[in-house]
């Protein structure tokens, strides 16, 4: 059975960076031991990019340091373009990408805690990153 592939939101790779005892640090550490797959955009890449500097109190990286590891997360996750995508009943328009990189990638899941985002779980496959441990921990 082919690994899962999923999407981590923003807020979830910084939890699992910050926090590796936590949920989304578990999550992480089922993706380096190659347990799921983790799919990607250029968006969250930058968006990483962008507020990892601002959580260095929490997760005590350099700025180098967190340069190395958008890089190495860059290489080695799959990563896909970010389509033009449309969703009305989405409540905050940016978060768009971060949608539109689930619909793209045809993931299996998204993980966020984006309430926005988890507003559509009834019509994506998003869940909060305990629904995704309580299902798949075991992986």
């Known amino acids: 059975m082919p690994?899962?592939?999923?999407?981590?939101?923003?807020?979830?790779?910084?939890?699992?960076?910050?926090?590796?005892?936590s949920v989304p640090g578990k999550i992480m550490a089922a993706w380096r031991t190659g347990s799921i797959n983790l799919v990607a955009s250029e968006f969250i890449f930058d968006e990483?990019?962008?507020?990892?500097?601002?959580?260095?109190?929490r997760h005590g990286m350099s700025a180098i340091e967190m340069d190395d590891f958008?890089?190495?997360?860059?290489?080695?996750v799959e990563s896909v373009p970010v389509n033009a995508f449309v969703e009305p009943r989405l409540t905050?328009?940016?978060?768009?990408?971060?949608?539109?990189?689930v619909?793209?990638?045809?993931?299996?899941?998204?993980?966020?805690g984006d309430k926005a985002l988890l507003a559509l779980a009834q019509h994506y496959p998003i869940v909060t990153p305990?629904?995704?441990?309580?299902?798949?921990?075991?992986l």
């Open 103 to 112: 619909v793209t990638a045809q993931a299996d899941y998204l993980v966020t």
């Open 92 to 101: 905050d328009v940016n978060d768009l990408p971060i949608l539109a990189t």
């Open 70 to 76: 958008v890089d190495l997360l860059r290489l080695n």
């Open 130 to 138: 305990a629904e995704f441990w309580a299902r798949h921990g075991a």
């Open 3 to 21: 690994a899962l592939r999923v999407v981590l939101d923003t807020n979830v790779l910084l939890s699992g960076i910050a926090f590796s005892g």
């Open 48 to 57: 990483l990019r962008r507020v990892l500097p601002r959580l260095q109190a």
